[in-house]
């Protein structure tokens, strides 16, 4: 399998070239707005699939070119508009498209278990979200915050409160906190290394491969 990555020169790019490495999978083109050797600004020709960890603007710009060439995209980047979420839509009418703001097992396994606790407490409890990452991250709240939320607001009709904090080299942090007059519940997702989504990021590229034309989350990738 040959794939491209979108972002190769970032944190998260470097991570999934050696995911893809240990995985045995070939990555042919490293896409990013940096000037390094062996670099390329666009999808030069033809792969199985391309993994983008990059910004919401170079993701759709890959993105149409993925379109053009019939490529699956496994698109991992958060912070789109919802205009941008609508491109990324009309994209997945025409290929393989897998679009998830956290490509790790367990988190995918809270977006799926947490609404149906959310839903059980019922309204007694209020229902907050923290997420902590590295000073260096751009959006926020992040990504996985916000699915969390739209996941729970869906199951419950509640909005929960949500809560950014950017401190040091986090990876990331996500707590879901239930609270009421005399008791609380928390579940706590923490990422101590960049691995877990660079491999959840390979083994969706592999799932997108052979996949038909449709908008997919890592929730399809791992059922």
Same mark, same amino acid.
């Given at each position: *399998?040959?794939?491209?990555? $979108? ?9 999934? %070239?050696?995911?893809?490495? +240990? ?5 042919? #083109?490293?896409? +990013?707005?940096?000037?390094? =050797?062996?670099?390329? &600004? ?6 199985? !699939?391309?993994? +983008? ?7 759709? /710009? &890959?993105? !149409? /070119? ?8 496994? #698109? ?10 609508? =491109?990324? !839509? ?11 703001? $956290?490509?790790?097992?367990?988190? $995918? ?21 923290? %997420? ?16 969390? !939320? %739209? &996941? ?9 409160? *949500? ?22 519940? %928390? ?6 290394? &960049? ?16 996949? =038909? ?11």
């Amino acid at each position: *399998m040959k794939i491209a990555i $979108n972002g190769a020169c970032g944190r998260m790019g470097q991570a999934v %070239e050696k995911a893809a490495l +240990d995985a045995k999978i070939d990555v042919v #083109i490293k896409i +990013d707005v940096m000037k390094a =050797e062996g670099v390329s &600004r666009t999808l030069s020709r033809k792969v199985d !699939a391309l993994v +983008d960890f990059s910004t919401p603007e170079a993701a759709l /710009e &890959r993105l !149409a /070119e993925c379109v053009k060439t019939k490529t699956p995209a496994v #698109i991992c980047t958060t912070g789109f508009t919802e205009g941008q979420k609508a =491109e990324i !839509a009309a994209a997945a009418k025409k290929i393989p498209v897998v679009f998830s703001s $956290n490509m790790s097992v367990g988190v $995918n396994l809270l977006f799926k278990r947490v609404p149906e606790i959310a839903k059980t407490l019922g309204a007694s409890y209020d229902i907050d979200i923290v %997420e902590t990452h590295h000073r260096f991250k751009k959006d926020a709240p992040s990504g996985t915050a916000k699915t969390l !939320a %739209e &996941r729970i607001e869906a199951a419950t009709g509640r909005k929960p409160t *949500m809560h950014a904090v950017r401190s040091g080299d986090v990876v990331g942090e996500h707590r879901v906190i239930f609270g009421t007059l005399g008791d609380s519940i %928390e579940i706590i997702h923490r990422a101590s290394t &960049r691995d877990i989504f660079a491999k959840g990021s390979i083994e969706a590229a592999k799932w997108a491969k052979d996949a =038909e034309p449709g908008l997919y989350t890592m929730l399809d990738v791992i059922q």
